[in-house]
C-alpha cells in the first residue's frame, strides 16, 4: 500500500526490497507467493501443471532459482496476477562486466523477450527510458535480412527485457510495441514499446487514489467532474512534494522529492564516465520564493431578530380609570385590529400577551354591566365655548366579552433572513533565505471556498416561517442571533485552505528543485525512481534523488551504459534539510452586526376635529433624491392652502378622531385606527458582508543539499 501525507524526510514508496538486489553480502527474500503456477518448459516437453509455493531469494553463494517472476498488480486490493517464464541459465552472457555494477563482477545477458519469444543474436542495439511521471519508453534496433517484411510481426506485441547472470535477475523493462519503424538505408527495423503510465494509473483503485496527497472540491472542483483517474491524481500531486511512478515490475511508488539522508547506494569515480557528467541548477528567472494566496471564504450567517411592542391605552393604571373616562375618550382599540396592524409588515408575531377592558362589576360604587358598548348620544342643546355641542352619552352594552378589547399589549416580532459573507483572507508563504538570494520572486493565486446554504436543511427555509418562532443561533452584541453555515461540507475551510497552501508550497519548492546532476555511469540494472544515490566523486559530493535514467547497450561493442539524472534541492542560506509541516490559519474573524431598535412603545393620537386624514404617503412610490426635493418644495411654501392635515401613515400606534361633541367638559373621540410601524431591515445587514481578515505571513523551509562541486584541471 502506498504512503500518504504529509512528507517529510521519510520515504514514501512501498519499501519491497528491490535495492537488496544490488547487495551481495547477505540473503534477502524478494518475495513469497502462495499461488498455482503453469510453467512451459522450452527446451522439449508438454505443459506441466503444478501446485507449489515459490520462493526467489538473493544469496551471495548460491543459486537463482530458475524461474523469472513478474507480479502485476491489477488492483492493489487484489490478489496479484502472476505470469512466470521458465528459465535456463543465460547460454549468451557475452556483455562485459567491467561496464556494469550488481552482478559480482560476471558477465551478464540482456535478454529480450517479445510476446514470450526471445529474440536472439538480431538486436543491434537497446535502450529503455525511465522518467519521473512518465511513460517508460524502449527503442530495439534489429538486423533485418533481405526480403519481404512482415510489418506486423512484432506490433502490439508485448516486450519485455531482463537483465541475467547465473545469480542475478533483473527486470530493466515491460511494455506494448506501439510503432514499429522501418529505417530502409541502415537495413534495421525500430521497435519503439511504451508501459502507458495514464493506463496504468487507470488500473488503480479509487481508494490508492484518495490516498495520495491532499484535495479539496472548493479547490479542484467535484470529484464526479474528474474524466479519469490520471486527472484526480494529476492535482493531488500538486499539493505534495513527491513524484508518483511505476517501475519495471509495474509496482507504483510514490516518492518524496527530498534526497534520503541515506543512500540506496553509492557512485564513486570509478562507475562514473567525467567526461560526460553536467551540472545545471535552476534558472533564476523561474525561481518562486513567495506565494501570496487570496482566500475567499463565502456562506451564509442565518440572522434572527426580535423586536418588542408594548401599549398600554392612554396609560390607563386600572380598571376604573377606563370606566370612568371610557365614555369621553372611546373604547380601547379592539384586539383584532391591533393583531392585524401587527402582523401586516412582513415580521411574524408571537409571545403576545394581553389586557382587556374591564369584566362587568361594581368598581368604586359604579356598576359597569358590560365589557363591551356601544354608544349613542343625547343632545342637550347647549354648546361649549368653542360652539361645540353638549351632549350625554347613552352606554348600551352589547356584549360582555373584555378579551376583544386591549388595553394593554405586548408582543414580539420575528424576522429571519440570509446575509452572504465574504471572508477574504491574504495568506502569504514564503522562504526569507531564498528571498535574501534571488530577491522577492512571487506568484499570486486565488480560490474561493463556498458553501451553498440550499444543502443544509436549516438554512434551506430560512425566512419563510409562517409561525413565530423562537430564536436560534449564538446571541450577538447588538441582539440578534446568527447561526454561520459554514460546515456544509464538513471541515472545508481548514481542508480547502491546507490545499492551497500545499499547493503553494510545493510550487516553491518545485523551484528550488530544479537542480541537476546527470552522468554517464556502467550499467546500472537495479537504478529506480525511488533511489537515493550518494555520487562521491571529485566533481561531485552529495545525495541526489534519481529523477530519470536510461539504460542503453550495444550488443556490437558489448558495452552497457546508465544515464543517469539526479536532481536536489539548492537554497544556500538555509540550514534546513526537511520540509515545514504546513498549519492552515484557524482564527476566524468576529463578524460585525449592525444595531438596531430592539424595543418600540406604541402611542395614542388624537386627529383634531374637521383635519384631513391622509391615510397613504404621497411620496412612497418616489426615491430618496425625489423625497428631499418634495421636502425642500414644502419648506419654501411660507404659506399653506387649504385645511390642515393629518398624516395617518406617520403614527405608530392607536389613532383617534375628535367627533365634535363635548362631554363633561370633555373632548369627546372615537376610535378610526391602529397602526403599527414596523422598521425595515438595514441595508448593511442584507447586503453582503466584505470581511478583509488581516494577512498572515508563514516562513516556510525550502531544503539545501550542498553539491560541493569541483573541476579538475590536468597538467600539460
Known amino acids: 500500500m502506498l504512503g500518504t501525507s504529509p512528507l517529510n524526510t521519510t520515504l514514501l514508496a512501498t519499501d519491497t526490497g528491490e535495492a537488496a538486489q544490488a547487495e551481495t553480502n547477505r540473503s534477502t527474500e524478494l518475495i513469497r507467493i502462495g499461488c498455482t503456477v503453469r510453467a512451459i518448459v522450452e527446451q522439449s516437453g508438454d505443459l506441466i501443471a503444478i501446485t507449489c509455493n515459490v520462493y526467489q531469494r538473493t544469496e551471495s553463494g548460491g543459486d537463482l532459482l530458475h524461474i523469472a517472476q513478474v507480479a502485476n498488480p491489477v488492483c492493489d486490493r487484489e490478489l496479484l496476477q502472476v505470469s512466470q517464464h521458465a528459465f535456463n541459465p ?20 540482456i535478454r529480450i523477450f517479445v510476446a514470450g519469444v526471445e529474440l536472439c543474436n538480431v538486436v543491434r542495439t537497446c535502450e529503455v527510458h525511465f522518467a519521473e511521471e512518465e511513460s517508460a519508453k524502449a527503442s530495439l534496433y534489429l538486423r533485418e535480412p533481405c526480403g519481404a517484411i512482415d510489418l506486423y510481426q512484432y506490433y502490439n506485441r508485448h516486450l519485455v527485457i531482463y537483465a541475467q547472470t547465473d545469480k542475478f535477475l533483473y527486470q530493466v523493462f515491460s511494455g506494448i510495441i506501439d510503432m514499429p519503424k522501418i529505417d530502409y538505408s541502415g ?27 491532499y484535495w479539496s472540491s472548493s479547490i479542484f472542483g467535484e470529484e464526479e467532474d474528474y474524466e479519469t483517474k490520471n486527472a484526480q491524481l494529476t492535482d493531488r500531486l500538486s499539493t505534495i512534494p513527491a513524484s508518483f511512478d511505476f517501475d519495471a515490475r509495474e509496482q507504483a511508488y510514490l516518492t518524496s522529492w527530498l534526497p534520503k539522508p541515506v543512500a540506496d547506494w553509492t557512485l564513486k569515480d570509478c562507475d562514473v564516465y567525467e567526461a560526460n557528467m553536467s551540472l545545471e541548477m535552476s534558472s533564476a528567472v523561474s ?19 426580535e423586536i418588542s411592542f408594548n401599549y398600554r391605552y392612554l396609560n390607563f393604571m386600572s380598571d376604573f380609570d377606563y370606566i370612568i373616562r371610557v365614555a369621553a375618550e372611546g373604547a380601547a382599540p379592539k384586539l383584532a385590529d391591533v393583531q392585524s396592524a401587527a402582523n401586516g409588515g412582513g415580521w411574524t408575531t408571537g409571545e403576545w400577551w394581553v389586557k382587556g377592558t374591564p369584566q362587568p362589576g361594581v368598581y368604586n360604587g359604579i356598576r359597569w354591566k358590560a365589557a363591551e358598548y356601544k354608544y349613542d348620544y343625547e343632545p342637550t342643546g347647549e354648546k361649549d365655548e368653542n360652539g361645540h355641542d353638549i351632549v350625554n352619552v347613552v352606554q348600551i352594552p ?34 526569507p533565505e531564498s528571498i ?11 480560490y474561493s471556498i463556498k458553501h451553498e446554504s440550499d444543502d443544509d436543511k ?23 442571533y446568527a447561526t454561520n453555515i459554514d460546515n456544509v461540507i464538513p471541515g472545508e475551510f481548514t481542508n480547502g485552505c491546507r490545499v492551497a497552501m500545499q499547493i503553494g508550497y510545493t510550487r516553491m519548492l518545485e523551484s528550488h528543485r530544479q537542480n541537476t546532476l546527470t552522468m554517464d555511469c556502467k550499467f546500472l540494472p ?16 552529495a545525495n541526489v534523488k534519481i529523477s530519470a535514467y536510461s539504460h542503453s547497450w550495444d550488443f556490437t561493442s558489448k558495452r552497457g551504459k546508465t544515464t543517469l539524472t539526479g536532481k536536489f534541492f539548492m537554497n544556500p542560506a538555509s540550514g534546513e534539510q526537511a520540509f515545514s509541516k504546513v498549519e492552515p490559519p484557524t482564527k476566524r ?12 412603545i406604541l402611542n395614542d393620537y388624537v386627529v383634531p376635529y374637521g383635519v384631513e386624514v391622509i391615510e397613504q404617503d404621497p411620496n412612497a412610490d418616489k426615491d430618496e433624491d425625489e423625497k428631499e426635493e418634495e421636502e425642500e418644495k414644502d419648506k419654501g411654501n411660507s404659506i399653506t392652502i387649504g385645511k390642515p392635515k393629518f398624516k395617518l401613515y406617520e403614527c405608530n400606534g392607536y389613532v383617534r378622531k375628535e367627533t365634535g361633541y363635548t362631554f363633561k367638559g370633555t373632548k369627546m373621540k372615537r376610535g378610526i385606527a391602529f397602526r403599527v410601524e414596523t422598521p425595515d431591515i438595514e441595508e448593511e445587514s442584507t447586503d453582503t458582508l466584505d470581511v478583509d481578515v488581516a494577512a498572515q505571513v508563514f516562513n516556510l523551509a525550502i531544503p539545501h543539499n550542498e553539491p560541493f562541486p569541483q573541476l579538475t584541471c590536468h597538467k600539460k
Open 90 to 109: 543465460a547460454p549468451n552472457r557475452f556483455m562485459r562486466a567491467r561496464f556494469a555494477k550488481g552482478f559480482d563482477g560476471e558477465k551478464y545477458a
Open 436 to 446: 535574501t538570494i534571488h530577491g522577492e520572486k512571487k506568484e499570486k493565486v486565488t
Open 287 to 305: 525561481i518562486v520564493n513567495r506565494v501570496e494566496i487570496e482566500l475567499h471564504h463565502q456562506f451564509d450567517r442565518l440572522i434572527h431578530r
Open 526 to 541: 537495479f537504478a529506480s525512481l525511488t533511489h537515493t544515490v550518494h555520487v562521491a566523486t571529485k566533481r561531485f559530493d
Open 187 to 213: 537495413r534495421l527495423r525500430v521497435l519503439n514499446a511504451t508501459k502507458d503510465r495514464s493506463k496504468s494509473v487507470e488500473e488503480l483503485s479509487i481508494d490508492t487514489i484518495h490516498s495520495i496527497g
Open 589 to 600: 474573524p468576529q463578524l460585525h452586526c449592525n444595531t438596531f431598535q430592539q424595543d418600540f
Open 398 to 431: 352589547i356584549g360582555s366579552d373584555s378579551n376583544l378589547y386591549a388595553l394593554a399589549a405586548s408582543w414580539k416580532a420575528m424576522r429571519r433572513w440570509k446575509q452572504a459573507i465574504d471572508e477574504k483572507y491574504t495568506i502569504v508563504l514564503q522562504n
Open 458 to 480: 436549516v438554512a434551506r427555509n430560512w425566512g419563510s416561517e409562517k409561525h413565530y418562532k423562537r430564536p436560534k443561533g449564538v446571541k450577538q452584541l447588538n441582539g440578534d
